[in-house]
């Protein structure tokens, strides 16, 4: 066990879970599900099966817990178990071409502290931010496998490379390379558009923890 991440709250309830604990179990399901179904909404793009995707991920939690340590904070730990089945399962690319460009914000649940959060007044601004959403909605969703989980990785869950390396079981260097052409293949799709949503300070790595 790693000392280090025994700060780590969710950690704490984990290793509560891996005692028997249910109720410190149903407390992470509350704390992380919906960061889990947007996460895997916004890769899949249907809401339904994000719904899906998360529950299997609660379900891998429970299965690990008799095993687990803390060898990463929580969250990056239960971000390489969602990576995982996104990555393993061919079946739900499917889905990218569901993507609904008529969705609200409460398709997407909660909203992160890394959305776009322009507070407007003017119809005409807020429908730019709109159409600026869906643009970045449907850019996401036909970027390669590897790339689209490293950038969602990074930019709504505001994972550190060295994190997103452990998640896709890459290189600092790889992790690096993954991000810099996901954000070439974005700025291919929104041209200019692409710094109001991926300030250009999100490419300073944030630690290796």
């Not at 997407?108 to 600026?132: F, H, K, Q, T, Y």
Request: hydrophobic share 40%; net charge negative; glycine share 4%.
């Amino acid at each position: 066990m790693q000392d280090k991440y025994l700060d780590d709250k969710d950690v704490q309830l984990m290793l509560r879970v891996r005692d028997g604990d249910d109720g410190a179990f149903a407390a992470l399901v509350d704390r992380h599900a919906s960061m889990l179904v947007n996460f895997m909404y916004r890769y899949v793009g249907c809401r339904s099966t994000g719904e899906d995707l998360a529950q299997d991920v609660f379900m891998r939690v429970i299965k690990a817990a008799p095993n687990y340590e803390p060898k990463a904070r929580f969250k990056t730990w239960i971000l390489t178990i969602a990576t995982n089945i996104c990555l393993n399962r061919k079946r739900w690319e499917k889905h990218r071409n569901h993507l609904s460009l008529s969705q609200s914000d409460d398709d997407m649940g909660p909203r992160s502290n890394n959305e776009i959060d322009v507070r407007v007044e003017e119809p005409e601004v807020a429908m730019e931010v709109e159409e600026l959403k869906e643009r970045v909605r449907e850019a996401i969703a036909d970027l390669p496998e590897k790339q689209r989980v490293a950038i969602l990785l990074r930019r709504y869950e505001g994972l550190s490379y060295a994190e997103i390396a452990t998640s896709l079981e890459l290189s600092l260097m790889a992790v690096k390379s993954l991000l810099n052409r996901a954000k070439d293949g974005l700025k291919d799709r929104l041209s200019h558009d692409i710094e109001a949503w991926y300030p250009q300070g999100m490419a300073v790595d944030r630690g290796t923890e």
